[in-house]
């Protein structure tokens, strides 16, 4: 009999109870394709405890007729071992293998108090599973309905589907569209940048061409002051006709010196002998001084600077 109960539980706990766990949600699918498989695994789960409940309860029944049929045998036992104490004294081998097998079914008893323990602990666990997935379903089944109501308004799209996929395709534009105004924005700051580099070179550029006409204009003054200089000698000399020789020979010296200098603000070495050609050179070289004078008052009027010239 204790082999035959062993084997029943054995076939009929060990696998039959066991559920399949509802697969983990996979969280790249849409909220209504999560709606329906919800209710798919919902609709699974209420059949496997439905049987289950059925199942439990065939097995309480079997459970509770075992329990009575072993409280009668061990009443039956308590009874032979009154009856026949001493005969099981003169037998202490039998009445050994009898104890075993009372203490045997007894932990086989315990065993299967702790197996219906824990199949009321399963199936608290799936209540509550269910109930869980009771509320993801009223949760999610606005979308449902939603979607359906798009679907009934629209004449474009044939299937809920067609406009997850729609969805999905218009996800996927925004987020290239989101993308592409990055990189713009990137160049445009970057371009920005090298505008603001430009101009602060330019800005370099004008000082630099400010200091250098300031130079200019303070070589202008010095020339006009040399030039004014020599021309009241030469009023002099002129004027004074005793010393004419004295005066020509100065002059001379005069105009050789002015066009050395002259020269030399030329950056030329080379030397011309006869004066009429150095007072010709000294000539150019102040016509050259007015008109750049003329030029600078010009430029100042109107805001503007201007580069010399090499001959200048």
Known sequence: MTVSLEEYFRTTFEDKLLVKMPEREDDHLTPATRLLEKRREMAEVEQALAAQKEEFQMKMESLQQRREELERKEFQLKESLLKFDKFLKENDSKRARAVKKANDERELKKQKDKEIERVKEETEAYQKQKEMLQKKVEKYVIFHNYMDKVLEAGEDFHEIRDIITRWDTLTATHQDLLERDQLNHEKV???????????????????????????????????????????????HIKNTAAKKTLLLGRIKMATHNLYQLVRSHQNQLDDVEDTTEQLIQIQLFVQDLNQITSEIKKMEHTGTSIVPSSSS
């Open 189 to 235: 700051e970057k371009q920005r940048q090298d505008l603001m580099k430009y101009m602060e070179e330019k800005e370099n550029q004008v000082l630099n061409y400010n200091n250098q006409l300031s130079t200019l204009q303070t070589r202008l003054d010095a020339a006009q002051s040399e030039a004014v200089k020599w021309e009241s000698k030469w009023t």
